[in-house]
């Protein structure tokens, strides 16, 4: 080859690489405008998106700020058991205790106010039926100089206006609605806004507010819902006493009592407890006893 075409040859190798040097410069061009667009796409995304939370929170408040939730202050219901599996009573919500008769409402009642007003918190007690017996009460260690006890006399209509006017006056740590002998047709028929009324009245306050009723009734309003269920345990009459009353004995109250020589006696209580809501993974159910 001459050297006329070894010239040609380099000429056309340099052209060759120019022009790949062209195409791969340009290429990069492109996409260096290409990821310029796009950035400049999402930066006017996140400003369109910081303009508009600014603009609704200045309307709403801080509707994208995550807040953290509080932590719900209980009141102890004075058994363990019960304790361990709920946490206790929460505040500033509308809990309930349903079950039949013989089912260990009373005992887990008077375990509460027993708790409660010895330890300087001021009870009130909204009795529907006027069945609370003061004797077994003080038996049970419950400090009457912290209870008010309001007698309803069967008056649904009173019972519930005397509770609304307790959790609008404030200043009480535990306040018990009893509708225990309320048949449980007549308490599912209760309407609902009692319920929704008295949880808002007391959401922003260290009170509890507890409803005992044969069957559940508030629905959706109650945080913490408690069924329970008894199995009486007897024993002859001839046989020596078992142990103790459950509950704290502060004091024994001398009764005068006829001796009876044949016949069952109550020997105690197994209470089994289900919680109904909230519902946890773990443990949803608990049982004690109340000995007579």
């Known amino acids: ?11 056309l190798s340099d052209t060759l690489n120019f022009g790949i040097a062209v195409r791969f410069y340009r290429r990069a061009a492109e996409n260096a405008e290409l990821r310029r667009e796009n950035l400049l796409n999402i930066m006017k995304a996140a400003f369109s998106k910081a303009e508009l939370e600014s ?3 200045s309307r709403f408040g801080d509707a994208f700020k995550l807040h953290q939730k509080p932590v719900v202050e209980t009141l102890s219901t004075g ?7 709920t946490g206790g ?3 500033g919500a509308l809990s309930e205790i349903f079950g039949p008769a013989s089912s260990g409402r009373t005992s887990l009642m008077c375990s509460m106010l027993a708790h409660a007003t010895t330890h ?3 009870c009130a007690l909204v009795d529907m039926n006027d069945v609370f017996a003061p004797t077994a009460a003080a038996a049970a260690g419950i400090d009457f100089d912290r209870l008010l006890w309001i007698r309803c006399a069967g008056n649904l209509e009173h019972a519930f206006k005397a509770t609304d006017l307790l959790l609008h006056a404030g200043g009480f740590g535990l306040v018990i609605l009893d ?9 599912r028929r209760i309407i609902s806004s009692w319920w929704y009324r ?5 959401e922003d306050r260290p009170t509890v507010i507890t409803v005992i009723s044969e069957e559940a009734c508030t629905r959706s309003c109650a945080a913490l819902t408690l069924d329970l269920k008894g199995a009486a345990e007897w024993s002859r009459a001839s046989e020596p006493a078992g142990q103790s009353n459950v509950l704290p004995m502060r004091k024994q109250i001398p009764v005068n009592q006829p001796l009876v020589t044949h016949g069952s006696l109550l020997q105690l209580n197994s209470i089994q407890v289900n919680r109904h809501r909230p519902i946890s993974p773990w443990v949803n159910e608990s049982q004690f006893r109340a000995y007579a």
């Open 55 to 57: 603009s609704i929170a």
């Open 1 to 11: 080859m001459g050297r006329g075409g070894i010239k040609s040859q380099a000429l």
């Open 198 to 202: 008295f949880r808002r009245t007391v």
């Open 79 to 85: 058994v363990e058991e019960i304790d361990a599996l």
């Open 89 to 91: 009573m929460p505040r």
């Open 120 to 122: 300087e918190e001021t």
């Open 179 to 187: 509708l225990g002998d309320v048949p449980g047709k007549d308490a």
